[in-house]
Nanobody, 123 residues
Framework: QVQLVESGGGDVQAGGSLRLSCAASGYTYYSTSCMGWFRQQAPGKDREGVARIDSDGTIMYADSVKGRFTISKDNAKSTLYLQMNSLKPEDTAMYYC???????????????WGQGTQVTVSS
């Protein structure tokens, strides 16, 4: 059974930094599957893709976070990270990590989701 558990969220002032972590367990294909970070700014709003690492290592970012956020993976620890710098109030959201199944590429969709970690940025 695949589990993704996020941590590292919190309250921070604008301009500050946070590093989110997503620990995967029970996931044989962790090192080769697409993994990504999403955020939802309020209940009922659409979940927005923030950053992703594809099966071939290609990295993509949403325009809103380019130059400020960095996604990375530690395959030895089965952990996905999101380093967030120069945070803005509009980055306030629940952040989720997600993974495709069976080593699939991102275009196949995300099959596994964590429970989320809240990030709140105050001005």
């Amino acid at each position: 059974q695949v589990q993704l558990v996020e941590s590292g969220g919190g309250d921070v002032q604008a301009g500050g930094s946070l590093r989110l972590s997503c620990a995967a367990s029970g996931y044989t294909y962790y090192s080769t599957s697409c993994m990504g970070w999403f955020r939802q700014q309020a209940p009922g709003k659409d979940r927005e893709g923030v950053a992703r690492i594809d099966s071939d290592g290609t990295i993509m970012y949403a325009d809103s976070v380019k130059g400020r956020f960095t996604i990375s993976k530690d395959n030895a620890k089965s952990t996905l990270y999101l380093q967030m710098n120069s945070l803005k109030p509009e980055d306030t959201a629940m952040y989720y990590c997600a993974a495709a199944k069976n080593g699939d590429y991102c275009y196949t969709g995300f099959d596994y989701w964590g429970q989320g970690t809240q990030v709140t940025v105050s001005s």
